[in-house]
């Protein structure tokens, strides 16, 4: 499955963003659908997922309460929003699919490029 994140962008701390995924290729019903970002000189690290459903979420306890993952599988899409954003949310975003859900980055076979978020305090 080929997966391109967008919708990064330049926001004011305390702004919101709303990423977007788009899957070619396969469906994304038979996958759960990861969030993942990196930040200059550090590794990547998880952000959050969501069932294949869209019934349960994952969400990384640095994002928490602020940051939301839904899904479309109709339309063969995830979303991640931000809300709240903090200069230290600053990085690059990455969608990534598996069949398996996980917090751990090795797990997910497939993954967009990536899209960038600044946030300026």
């Known amino acids: 499955v080929q997966l391109q994140a967008s919708g990064g962008g330049l926001v004011q701390a305390g702004g919101s963003l709303r990423l977007a995924c788009a899957a070619a290729?396969?469906?994304?019903?038979?996958?759960?659908m990861g969030w993942f970002r990196q930040a200059p000189g550090k590794e990547r690290e998880f952000v959050g997922y969501i069932t294949r459903g869209g019934g349960h979420t994952d969400i990384a306890d640095s994002v928490k309460g602020r940051f939301t993952i839904s899904r479309d599988n109709a339309k063969n899409a995830v979303y991640l929003q931000m809300n709240s954003l903090k200069p230290e949310d600053t990085a690059v975003y990455y969608c990534?699919?598996?069949?398996?859900?996980?917090?751990?980055?090795?797990?997910?076979?497939?993954w967009g490029q990536g899209t960038q978020v600044t946030v300026s305090s």
């Open positions: 290729g396969r469906t994304i019903s038979n996958y759960y």
């Open positions: 990534a699919a598996d069949s398996l859900g996980s917090s751990r980055r090795s797990i997910y076979a497939y």
